[in-house]
């Protein structure tokens, strides 16, 4: 199986821009999950969407948002872009055979190298 | 309230040496424990995991110990080599939020030859 795919790989924005990224999980994998990276904070859980429906969301501010489309693939989109939001966007896929909250094992992709000047 | 707590920031050892990196949790109602390996521009891949109803699970060279009542775990990398070297980030999740994985702040893991 094709593993976890994001586009683009690099960006440059200026500060005020927004922008959206994308996300294609694993072929048959339910759950996407976006984690923002920087050195300083580390690895920062954003949100994960299920069945087109966000069901967890991390401690970042509404500029950050997403959604998932009937094929899984997800979109996470910053509005208003700060200095701060320069980092490495990362989603990872998980398998999730239905509803029920059983932990099974995250994928990540290589990440979007976002850069605000 | 940082949840994971990971150590040693940094770690150097040589070929054929033991890696060792521990973590440490707060929340009781974790019950998966993962390990990722990244390397410089990629994304962190899954190197192995443990859930808390065994206490050591080895696949190859690396082996994660799990000690539920410490509510600690770490990984050992037994004869580490140059190409082991990266960063080593611990985890874990909850089946009550299933897609959110906490991560530790990470190791950077030099092996000389």
């Known amino acids: 199986k094709a593993g976890v795919t994001q586009t683009p790989r690099y960006l440059i924005k200026t500060r005020g821009q927004q922008v959206t990224l994308s996300c294609s999980p694993i072929?048959?994998?339910?759950?996407v999950s976006w984690y923002q990276q920087t050195p300083g904070q580390g690895l920062q859980f954003l949100f994960e969407y299920f069945s087109e429906t966000q069901r967890n969301k991390g401690n970042f501010p509404g500029r950050f948002s997403g959604r998932q489309f009937s094929n899984s693939r997800s979109e996470m989109n910053v509005s208003t872009l700060e200095l701060g939001d320069s980092a490495l966007y990362l989603c990872a896929s998980s398998f999730q055979p239905g509803a029920q909250l059983v932990t099974y094992e995250q994928y990540f992709g290589p990440g979007t190298r976002l850069t605000v000047t | 309230q940082q949840q994971v707590k990971q150590s040693p920031q940094s770690l150097i050892v040589q070929k054929g040496g033991i890696s060792i990196i521990n973590c440490a949790y707060e929340?009781?109602?974790?019950?998966?424990f993962p390990w990722y390996q990244q390397f410089p521009g990629k994304g962190p891949a899954l190197l192995i995991a443990?859930?808390?109803?065994?206490s050591e699970k080895k696949e190859g060279r690396f082996t994660i110990s799990f000690n539920k009542s410490a509510k600690q775990f770490s990984l050992h990398i037994m004869d580490s080599q140059p190409g082991d070297s990266a960063t080593y980030f611990c985890a874990a999740r909850s089946n009550t939020n299933a897609g959110k994985s906490t991560f530790g702040d990470g190791t950077t893991l030099t092996v000389k030859p």
């Open positions: 929340n009781t109602a974790f019950d998966y």
């Open positions: 443990i859930r808390p109803d065994v």
């Open positions: 072929s048959g994998h339910r759950s």
